[in-house]
């Protein structure tokens, strides 16, 4: 039989696309068979202009699946692609009735028969776990067998649903077929359609999960057990697609990755064993799972990201969740996680049903603290029912629909929004297409929830010593201290929406901070103005990289070299002992006050790494002085008045040629260039 295995289509910007891995094992499952699959990556279609997006996209879709005359077409069902799945089917069967419609995944697990019953032209949906069951569904299409004789399936017969006795998963995944990515397009093909850096390709280390947490669909789906492939297996699949496949990065997929120390500590030792551990990869991991041992054995096995799912700074809302994570030790995994140079995004979620204002504050305030030692991504995101969940069965009667979660976006087909028929069939079942509804909060409205959820990060990436400062300087939650700021940036900029991008928290943040200190009768915390002024510079520094900057002299004639400040290094004087303000806050110490002590720190962006450092009154002066124009020797007889009380001239000349040397290691310094107009500056004879 001629199977067409379609991955529904899918389009959000911000989002990359990678091979889909479920069909993919799907197709490797048919392997040894005479059944002849195709994958169809229409989310890859779109990026490549080759399926247009519009409202005709679904009759395009189905066009494009009966181009190769299948006899079956299964959908890779997730809780986006719900809807397009069920109109595409519907096109397809318009085009030839006698083709058998399959639907799997997450999305209809849990919903098979209200599946079946909403929808006649679908014939069938596998249930969990796919690479047994899909292949006997095939065959019993074909007529070999019959449909009851297939576990894990629910099918239609005639105005009936039925429901066959659940498959068993399977007990050791290594004994599923080798994957085979010769089936998709090429890894470059992806990475040049998304305009990635470079090639990205799934690895699955394992399934399933232990535990118990109210909202998630994966324990449901695995019957909370954790399987993984052996890590010979794992490290033969990484060889075979960065040799073979040209693969330059591993996405980890298994959301216990860290759960078993002793399989992740034989995990890095074998790829550093094995020469791939220049590759670098991701995975998912729980903060109470790792600590700076093992986090500096991953970074070395080439662990460069990871993703800690927080979820919420309640613990109500963690009792709600049935999530237990110790918060003693939160903060000191995250600044041990950045110190081996691992970025982590860090999950949360807020706007559970049960959740007060102070619940949500308390999750905000979190997200703050992990903000300080930088280096991190923070999402939030507001809570989404999955179908099969707890939440779902406990608060269906809930559920209404106003705003777009995460995983209600990427259908917006028609100009930036859903097609009518998307729409409507989503509001015809709540409880088939929950993820596109939400639960009222007693916290605020859902509509200031979303906002929260969608800029807040923002904040956290940016300033989150000065806003954490700024709520205990006021008095103030966070949640508050947001929609104060959000009012006044649009009473600012005549703004339409209530909403800030990072270049609206850029340029006008600051202005923000001081607007609302200035009418302060008395500010506590004198040096809040000085942190403000850092998380700024760093921000500025942020926007240049001073890598490429080389600094030669002649040190036979230093004296006459004219040198001039690198404009990609950014200078600043502060009131305050910055780094010891900077030291505290990264250890969680938020002190009311400290002793004025200038302090004068310069700021560099090299590649990836922002460097922060402090140089002394002489240094900083020098610096100012060094515009292009003026000569060491004038830069010397500028200064003597003021540093060198305490030597000789000559001697004081000799500490200046040193410290023209010591910038220019530092790429503080640059050489004057030439002055092909005549005017001015210098020419290379005076260097």
């Not at 986006?80 to 995944?105: A, C, D, M």
């Not at 929950?434 to 200031?448: T, V």
Request: charged content about 25%.
């Amino acid at each position: 039989m001629n199977v067409a295995l379609v991955f529904p289509p899918f389009y959000l910007e911000p989002m990359y696309n990678m091979p889909p891995l479920g069909l993919i094992h799907l197709a490797a499952s048919l392997g040894g068979t005479t059944h002849r699959p195709v994958i169809l990556d229409l989310p890859l279609a779109i990026r490549l202009n080759a399926l247009k997006m519009g409202k005709n996209i679904y009759a395009d879709c189905a066009r494009t699946v009966i181009r190769e005359d299948p006899d079956v077409v299964g959908f890779s069902v997730q809780c986006t692609t719900f809807p397009p799945s069920v109109q595409i089917s519907k096109e397809i069967k318009k085009l030839n009735p006698e083709v058998r419609i399959v639907f799997g995944g997450h999305a209809v697990s849990s919903m098979d028969e209200r599946t079946l019953q909403r929808f006649p032209w679908i014939d069938a949906v596998v249930r969990g776990e796919g690479e047994i069951t899909f292949p006997r569904l095939i065959s019993a299409l074909d007529g070999r067998t019959g449909l009851d004789e297939v576990a894990g399936i629910t099918f239609r017969r005639g105005d009936l649903v039925i429901r066959n006795a659940d498959r068993d998963l399977v007990r050791n995944l290594d004994d599923l077929p080798p994957i085979d990515y010769g089936l998709v397009p090429p890894l470059q093909v992806y990475r040049d359609a998304c305009s990635l850096r470079r090639s990205i390709a799934i690895v699955e280390v394992g399934r399933g999960c232990p535990h118990n947490c109210v909202y998630c669909s994966q324990s449901v789906i695995w019957q909370r057990r954790s399987r993984v492939y052996s890590i010979d297996r794992i490290i033969r699949e990484m060889r075979n697609l960065h040799e073979s496949h040209g693969a330059e990065c591993f996405l980890l997929a298994y959301d216990q990755f860290t759960a078993r120390r002793a399989f992740v500590e034989e995990f890095c030792t074998a790829l550093v064993d094995e020469g791939l551990h220049h590759v670098p990869w991701y995975c998912i991991s729980r903060l109470d799972s790792v600590d700076a041992p093992l986090l500096e054995l991953m970074r070395r096995a080439g662990c460069e990201s990871m993703c800690y799912g927080i979820d919420s700074g309640s613990k109500k809302t963690l009792a709600f969740i049935r999530k237990n994570i110790d918060h003693e030790i939160l903060f000191q995994r995250v600044v041990e996680t950045t110190a081996q140079g691992i970025v982590p995004t860090l999950s949360f979620v807020i706007g559970f049903p049960v959740e007060e204002k102070e619940d949500i504050d308390a999750t905000l305030e979190l997200a703050l603290k992990t903000g300080i030692p930088g280096g991190i991504n923070p999402l939030i995101q507001l809570t989404t029912i999955l179908p099969g969940t707890d939440l779902q069965r406990d608060y269906a009667h809930l559920l209404v629909r106003e705003v777009d979660t995460y995983f209600s976006l990427g259908i917006e087909f028609d100009n930036g929004r859903r097609i009518s028929s998307d729409e409507d069939l989503i509001g015809s079942d709540s409880l088939l297409f929950s993820s596109f509804y939400n639960l009222p909060c007693p916290a605020m409205p859902l509509a200031e929830l979303n906002l929260l959820a969608c800029c807040f990060p923002i904040l956290v990436n940016f300033y989150p010593r000065s806003f954490l400062l700024l709520t205990r300087e006021l008095e103030l939650s966070p949640s508050d201290l947001f929609f104060l700021w959000t009012s006044w940036l649009k009473e600012r900029t005549g703004m339409n929406s209530t909403g800030f991008s990072p270049q609206d928290c850029y340029l006008h943040f600051s202005a923000f901070c001081d607007s609302i200190l200035s009418e302060t009768v008395q500010v506590r915390r004198s040096h809040l103005r000085d942190v403000m002024k850092y998380e700024t510079l760093c921000l500025e520094a942020g926007k240049f990289d001073v890598s490429g900057t080389h600094f030669l002299i002649d040190l036979n004639d230093v004296q006459h070299f004219r040198p001039v400040r690198n404009s990609k290094v950014i200078t600043g004087e502060f009131l305050h002992d910055m780094p010891r303000i900077v030291r505290d806050m990264k250890k969680g110490r938020l002190d009311e006050t400290y002793p004025d002590a200038r302090t004068f720190l310069f700021f560099r962006q090299e590649k990836d790494r922002l460097d922060v450092k402090e140089i002394n009154e002489y240094g900083f002066d020098f610096l100012a002085l060094c515009n292009g124009s003026r000569t060491v020797r004038a830069i010397c007889r500028s200064l003597y008045h003021r540093h060198g009380n305490d030597c000789s001239y000559s001697e004081f000349e000799r500490n200046c040629v040193q410290a023209v040397l010591t910038l220019g290691e530092m790429k503080l310094i640059q050489r004057n260039r030439p002055n092909l107009t005549g005017k001015g500056g210098g020419s290379d004879a005076d260097g």
